[in-house]
């Protein structure tokens, strides 16, 4: 099945430290959302966009639905080490919109 | 609590068994998916519903079946047909196109 460029695939940061990550696709997608996954548990929605150019913030997260519709990025501003986890974009394309397309996921490290 | 449950976190069986792993939701969500995810990997769609008694086939849905009898149920059977079984299950739940939300997960190791 279809996946969406996510990059980078990991990143290891101090605490305190922004961390910026992005996911791009060739087609365009009609909703971006980004979600995070700790070890061995279900994945958890942080932040839903719906419309192109839209900038939504949750707390120390940031996050856009690209002009263009192909892209979405995700930013944390000053980490803390329960950060740490594997980040999920996820699109929903306008020619199926029963199903979600996933990233293959930004895994996080935050060193004290 | 509103939300996603599955059921068990652990699930362990012989190959050439079927194994039937649950999903309940009491969010009164229409629509519900199945979806598996292997070590250092993304997640890859098995089957999902969009309303009781219909449901369709995801990208690898060869060696699952499903139901949807309920509004709140949508049980995954792994059939002894699925060559490569051992894997996290997530069952996830959605009201709109969009955001869905995922349970806990059923860790299934086949051996």
């Known amino acids: 099945g279809q996946q969406l460029n996510q990059s980078p695939q990991s990143m290891f940061i101090q605490e305190g430290e922004d961390v910026s990550m992005n996911c791009t696709s060739s087609s365009i997608f009609n909703t971006w959302l980004w979600y995070k996954q700790d070890p061995g548990e279900g994945p958890v929605l942080l932040i839903a966009?719906?419309?192109?150019?839209e900038l939504t913030s949750n707390g120390r997260l940031t996050a856009q639905f690209g002009i263009t519709r192909k892209d979405s990025f995700l930013n944390i501003s000053a980490s803390i080490p329960s950060d740490v986890g594997i980040y999920f974009c996820?699109?929903?394309?306008?020619?199926?919109?029963?199903?979600?397309?996933f990233g293959t996921g930004t895994r996080l490290q935050v060193f004290p | 609590d509103g939300g996603i449950t599955q059921s068990p976190k652990y699930l362990f069986r012989k190959e050439g068994q079927n194994v039937t792993l649950s999903c309940e939701q009491n969010?009164?969500?229409?629509?519900m998916y199945w979806y598996r995810q292997d070590p250092g990997q993304g997640l890859r769609l098995i089957y999902y519903?969009?309303?009781?008694?219909?449901?369709q086939k995801g990208d690898i849905a060869e060696g699952y079946s499903v139901s949807r009898e309920k509004k709140e149920s949508f049980p995954l059977t792994v059939t002894s047909a699925q060559k490569n079984p051992t894997a996290f299950y997530l069952c996830?739940?959605?009201?709109?196109?969009?955001?869905?939300?995922f349970g806990p997960g059923t860790r299934l190791t086949v051996t």
């Open positions: 966009l719906y419309k192109a150019g």
């Open positions: 996820a699109g929903q394309p306008p020619y199926n919109t029963d199903k979600l397309i």
């Open positions: 969010l009164n969500h229409d629509a």
């Open positions: 996830a739940s959605s009201s709109v196109p969009g955001a869905q939300y």
């Open positions: 519903s969009q309303i009781v008694n219909d449901f």
